[in-house]
């Protein structure tokens, strides 16, 4: 026989037999002593035994296609496989091969394709393997926010601490439970992507950590999850503020004054943010919706009168600008404009002060209005009031006394002049206009005093 025709046949025999061999390898059992096999493993416990099982199982589906029971076992070895990991990391692994067999088996039973067989039980399954979502994203979620609870309180004792070895403690103790924290909300994220609640947590991680840009971000991708997004809105305006991003904080207050018309705290933040970004005009319309809400919302009232002051500022430089053009119709207009936002700003520091008279800022406003409308007499009050609050500030003194000189009221200038000499007695200019006083009530004697003083200043 031709040697080459020899080789050929003994090639073919060889395969024929081998062949034969490998099916009588994986020769089809029925299903139920797969699935039998399959469950012995498993319920050892035995990791070790598991690849022969999950061996079992892929047979069964080799032969039988998808398997509903056999579907919801191999889930139930990864289980087993979660609770033996040690780290959020290693769980995560099997975590996602559960979830990949749930929605294997979703997919399968709702199959018209799949033989009913394979079927059988299928709603039971069903049911078990995607409770297993729910039951992980709850352990992950909670876990993570016992965490972050605990890394607050650690923040508490850091800021009530006092000695170097407690507060590294702290600070220690904060970056592990913040770190396992972001771990175990990562995971529940994993599990299930759309529950906002995880992204929200993480958010609160990176806030307790003073890392704004990471809370705002992954608070924006918890908002993204709900349909209402009202309770995350002052959130993210605030991580905004904390970033010095008054402009982006503007439409998240604007969102929740929209939908909570009666949030004056956040009304009056939302004016806050206009001011900042130089946008007056919207300010002082938020300031009038407020004492809508709350006629007397004190910050709102003074906010209303700086911004009168404002626009008596704006009218004042126009006015020096072209302070040679007497006459002019344009300086008749910004004088006009001028007294009228006086008049206004007037109108709102005198309700402030009315409604907060032991402010000091208050009285401060009320009476420097006071002054430049002429009206000395109600500004003498103001820096009276100004007195009693801050009895140490030679400034006011003088102030109060210059309103005095100016209702001729000299008796009582000098009074005030004199309190403050005897706070600092370095201004010169008013040891002069005491000297000038003294001598307008003929004091010779305080005339004197004042005179020698000067002399040794000269």
């Known amino acids: 026989m031709n040697r080459r025709i020899l080789i050929l046949l ?41 690849a022969g099982a999950i061996a079992m199982l892929d047979t069964l589906m080799i032969h039988y296609g998808p398997h509903a029971e056999g579907l919801y076992w191999l889930s139930q070895i990864q289980v087993d496989f979660v609770e033996k990991s040690s780290t959020p990391q290693q769980k995560s692994v099997h975590i996602m091969k559960i979830l990949s067999y749930a929605d294997s088996l979703r997919r399968m039973c709702a199959d018209p394709a799949v033989d009913n067989k394979n079927k059988k039980d299928c709603d039971k399954w069903v049911s078990i393997v995607d409770s297993l979502k729910v039951k992980y994203w709850g352990e992950f979620y909670n876990r993570g926010v016992e965490q972050l609870n605990a890394a607050k309180e650690m923040q508490k004792e850091k800021e009530g601490a006092t000695d170097s070895v407690t507060i590294a403690f702290a600070e220690k103790g904060m970056k592990a439970n913040s770190d396992s924290a972001i771990e175990n909300l990562m995971v529940a994220i994993s599990v299930n992507p759309s529950d906002f609640r995880s992204y929200v947590a993480i958010g609160n991680v990176y806030d307790g950590q003073g890392k704004y840009e990471e809370a705002l971000e992954w608070t924006k991708k918890g908002s993204e999850k709900v349909s209402d997004r009202s309770p995350l809105l002052i959130p993210l305006a605030m991580y905004n503020i904390n ?52 006629s007397t919302h004190v910050e709102a009232i003074s906010r209303m009168g700086e911004y009168f002051i404002r626009g008596a500022k704006t009218a004042s430089d126009s ?85 005095y000189t100016q209702l001729k009221k000299f008796k009582d200038a000098v009074g005030a002049y004199e309190q403050a000499e005897a706070i600092d007695d370095s201004n010169i200019g008013m040891l002069e206009h005491m000297l000038d006083i003294y001598h307008e009530l003929r004091d010779a004697a305080n005339a004197d005093r004042m005179t020698a003083k000067l002399a040794k200043r000269k």
Request: hydrophobic share 35%.
């Open 10 to 50: 003994t090639a073919v025999l060889t395969l024929c037999i081998a062949l034969q061999s490998q099916a009588q390898k994986v020769r089809k059992l029925p299903a139920g002593a797969y699935l039998k096999s399959a469950k012995i493993e498993i319920i050892s416990g035995d990791t070790a035994r598991y």
């Open 243 to 294: 970033l010095d991003r008054y402009y982006d904080a503007i439409p998240y207050f604007r969102e929740f004054v929209a939908k909570n018309t009666g949030e004056v705290g956040t009304m009056y933040n939302l004016s806050i943010c206009y001011s900042r970004c130089e946008q007056y005009d919207s300010a002082m319309s938020v300031y009038r919706q407020i004492l809508t809400q709350d």
């Open 319 to 403: 006015i020096s600008t072209h302070s040679g053009e007497e006459g002019n119709a344009k300086m008749t207009a910004w004088k006009t404009d001028r007294d009228r936002a006086y008049d206004s700003s007037a109108f709102w520091f005198s309700k402030s002060f009315e409604l907060k008279h032991d402010d000091a800022t208050t009285a401060s406003q009320y009476a420097l209005i006071q002054a430049l409308r002429g009206k000395f007499e109600e500004a003498a009050v103001g820096y009276k009031r100004l007195c009693e609050l801050q009895s140490k500030d030679a400034n006011n003194w003088i102030y109060l006394g210059d309103c």
